[in-house]
């Protein structure tokens, strides 16, 4: 079943700009998902998810974070502010098109953003997608981006693979402990940062049948 897919603006600062997946079933729960530090949000990882969701009757909204809406490449700057405020306007917006709960993810730096903006807004959304968490930097695993985890109190599920030089299995189940919601973690055998998908070209696996899987049976717990 193919997915109706528009383009989403909305009045709001920072503004929201992405695309809105609308299943042909009546709306209910709807997802967030934003895109990492070096792509925006018609990577194929997105799409593919985006397309999977709709098609289980999920309303997904696939969305450019503030830094990407200002310049077509380049990594984010500064503190992320900006970019968590923009994620709480798209969460703001998918809310007011659904009757039920709206969740919030993303891919690397986008998954991390949007966790620190639930770590402080908890009651924003009614859970968590993390692909790819970049817990450290390739090579420096002494410093980890797990500060605000210790406050993070809404459900998070992370997808991550063996080969992600961002932070191994083993450090992310660790670091799950460190979070006073539940939690849960499935593993990506053989895959690296991108979790099999390059910027350009959308690899034709089940990930995105077997994430929706394990989204939808993690929240229904």
């Known amino acids: 079943m193919p997915a109706t897919v528009v383009s989403f603006t909305k009045s709001a600062h920072p503004p929201v700009r992405g695309y809105l997946h609308r299943p042909d079933t009546r709306l209910g729960s709807g997802l967030a998902l934003t895109h990492g530090a070096g792509s925006d949000c018609n990577t194929p990882l997105l799409v593919a998810l985006a397309e999977c969701f709709a098609a289980a009757g999920y309303a997904f909204l696939r969305c450019d974070l503030p830094f990407r809406q200002k310049r077509p490449s380049g990594p984010p700057h500064g503190s992320g502010d900006e970019d968590r ?120 696996s089940d990930f995105p049948s077997t994430t929706l899987a394990s989204f939808t049976q993690f929240f229904a717990r």
């Open 85 to 204: 405020d923009g994620l709480r306007s798209a969460v703001q917006a998918l809310a007011q098109i659904i009757p039920g709960a709206v969740y919030l993810g993303g891919l690397s730096y986008g998954g991390r953003q949007a966790s620190i903006l639930a770590a402080k807004e908890p009651a924003l959304v009614g859970g968590l997608l993390l692909l790819s968490y970049p817990l450290h930097a390739p090579g420096n695993p002494a410093k980890l981006r797990t500060e605000h985890f210790q406050n993070l109190h809404v459900p998070t599920l992370f997808i991550h693979g063996t080969k992600n030089p961002f932070g191994s299995v083993e450090e992310i189940q660790a670091a799950r402990k460190l979070i006073p919601a539940k939690t849960d973690l499935v593993v990506v055998e053989g895959a690296g940062h991108d979790l099999g998908y390059s910027k350009k070209r959308m690899r034709v």
